[in-house]
């Protein structure tokens, strides 16, 4: 259920605590007369789901909310573009997909030929029965077009190999011993090319073919 709203500016001669620290006038203007009470618009997305379904209906909805497909057009003959261009392609296995608790956050070639790749899991630890478990990704068949010589496990901001970080201990006050260790995936085979996302966990590779 797609619910639309509509929110109209602020306008208060005193602060009313709530952040900002000072008075608010929220306006529009164009040109140096024309100003009106800034307006915001949005949509609520609600579902109605059975007890304990909520979880996937949210994760899903929110991938498809934020990152929808982008549709490009432009004017040229059929023919014409047809004939230069491929109307049906995969990188993947047609057989494979990506498991349901995993997006795919970044795909990009970079200029050495290299491809970043960065995946993460959507779930929490306990959110679902069945999703908030370790998702494995099969590298082989997200390309299966091409053959992987190296996959360099890397930061998540990709500016250094994941090896040589070095990890911090921290010392926490008070006693945490009851809390259950978080799932990690463990490293990636370099034959079998099989990626391991624990909850809420993101990975970045660098991929060499």
Known sequence: MD??????K?????DD??????????????GETSCE???????????????????????TTGQEVYSPLLLAFTHEK??????????KATAMDPNYTLPPNVALVTLQELDDGSVLLRLGHLYEAGEDA???????????????GKT???????????NQEKSQMKKMTWKVEGDNSGEPEAIRGGPVNDFDLVVELGPMEIRTFLLYF
């Open 3 to 8: 619910l639309r709203f509509l929110l109209c």
């Open 10 to 14: 602020r306008r208060m001669l005193f």
């Open 17 to 30: 605590r709530r952040g900002v620290g000072e008075p608010l006038n929220e306006t529009v203007c164009v």
């Open 37 to 59: 009470g800034l307006t915001i618009r949005g949509n609520y997305y609600i579902g109605i789901d059975q007890l304990g379904a909520g979880s996937r209906w949210r994760r």
């Open 78 to 87: 059929q023919d014409d573009w047809t004939a230069t261009h491929l109307l």
């Open 130 to 144: 069945e999703y908030s478990t370790l998702a494995k990704v099969e590298l082989k068949k997200v390309f299966a």
């Open 148 to 158: 992987i010589k190296e996959v360099k496990e890397m930061s998540l901001s990709a």
